[in-house]
């Protein structure tokens, strides 16, 4: 069989199978969205977005701190009979199930077809993935973007063509209109692609079409909604978003503090639903709402108060770890102990 029927033979095998792994992720988020009884704190935020668009009212989409794409998915998948809570599930399923292809892609390219299999099935199954891609919140959306992304990034970096170079900042400016720390890809990627042309001077040329290429589509996506931001709020700003500088020192937000509403007074769903008036500003992100709010726990308004914050963040992460995981990555790497490289191994183990 020659090189290229047996490449094409295990493509169509990888499709069809990288498909039912597919069925099995929608299958498991929907049954994780039907036992859900309450949502993501952010949930009736993004739900109150949605109806914003639905509603023509684009100006408060705009004044919002949160990035706008999710919340318009929403509003466009929400037709007719679809309430907007189960379309935004949807949303989240969807990049639930992109985040396994990026992995599947990513680790297909850096290593194998054995591990990249090994990889979709975790993310696929893990219950912290399935959790935030079938809830009403942005991150399943995010991470199939940024994932996608990635993995373009990666193909771009081993072999620049201004078709990898257009998927990833393609990618990347998509997972910005989500979320703002979209805009890492897009950077890391640039500062990547410069890095490998200065170690190899043949391909310069090549990289530096495919930099352009990259820059111009991500800047397509990025700089629309910079900019309607900033006419709509006089703030051209790459995100409205409180940074964690912001949240470590209490800074306020970067909106007027005329259109923060007052933290005594959470709007009821009438008022997120039909029954808001034209004007009504969105209800805004806990964060920015108590971000002068007085409270004892809060670190101190100075570089120390940011490390402690820094350091507060670490401690809950560790705390929410699954130490009981360890076992299963060390089985894990004692199965793949033939003929396989310790940076393989570890990279599996992670």
């Not at 990898?164 to 990618?171: H, K, M």
């Not at 043949?202 to 530096?208: D, F, K």
């Not at 910079?226 to 940074?243: F, N, Q």
């Not at 007052?262 to 004007?279: F, I, V």
Request: net charge positive; glycine share 10%.
């Amino acid at each position: 069989m020659s090189r290229g029927v047996e490449s094409a033979s295990s493509s169509l095998r990888d499709g069809i199978g990288l498909s039912a792994l597919l069925v099995v992720a929608l299958a498991v988020r929907a049954f994780a969205w039907s036992r859900t009884v309450v949502l993501f704190n952010d949930g009736p935020i993004f739900l109150a977005m949605a109806e914003a668009v639905s509603r023509g009212q684009g100006e408060a989409l705009l004044q919002h701190p949160y990035h706008p794409l999710y919340p318009v998915l929403i509003a466009l998948v929400g037709v007719g009979p679809i309430p907007l809570e189960t379309a935004a599930v949807a949303v989240s399923i969807l990049g639930g199930l992109l985040a396994v292809i990026g992995i599947f892609v990513f680790v297909r390219h850096a290593f194998d077809r054995e591990l990249a299999w090994m990889a979709a099935w975790a993310v696929a199954l893990h219950p912290w993935a399935v959790d935030f891609s079938s809830d009403v919140m942005s991150d399943g959306l995010y991470a199939g973007f940024y994932l996608l992304g990635f993995a373009a990034m990666v193909r771009l970096i081993d072999e620049p063509t201004p078709r990898r170079a257009l998927a990833c900042g393609g990618w990347a400016g998509l997972a910005y209109l989500v979320r703002p720390e979209g805009i890492e890809l897009l950077a890391f990627a640039a500062i990547l692609l410069a890095v490998r042309s200065l170690r190899a001077p043949q391909i310069r040329l090549r990289a530096l079409g495919a930099g352009l290429v990259l820059l111009i589509s991500g800047a397509a996506l990025i700089a629309p909604l910079v900019l309607a931001v900033g006419i709509e709020t006089g703030d051209y700003a790459l995100t409205r978003k409180k940074s964690l500088v912001q949240l470590a020192s209490g800074s306020p937000a970067t909106q007027p503090p005329a259109r923060i509403p007052e933290p005594a007074t959470e709007p009821s769903r009438k008022d997120q639903g039909e029954g808001r008036e034209p004007g009504v500003r969105l209800p805004l992100p806990e964060s920015a709402v108590r971000a002068d709010a007085p409270g004892a726990e809060r670190p101190p308004r100075s570089p120390g108060g940011l490390v402690a914050a820094i350091l507060r963040s670490w401690a809950t992460s560790l705390a929410a770890f699954r130490f009981e995981l360890l076992g299963f990555a060390l089985v894990g790497l004692w199965l793949t102990r033939a003929d396989r490289r310790i940076a393989r191994e570890g990279a599996l183990g992670l």
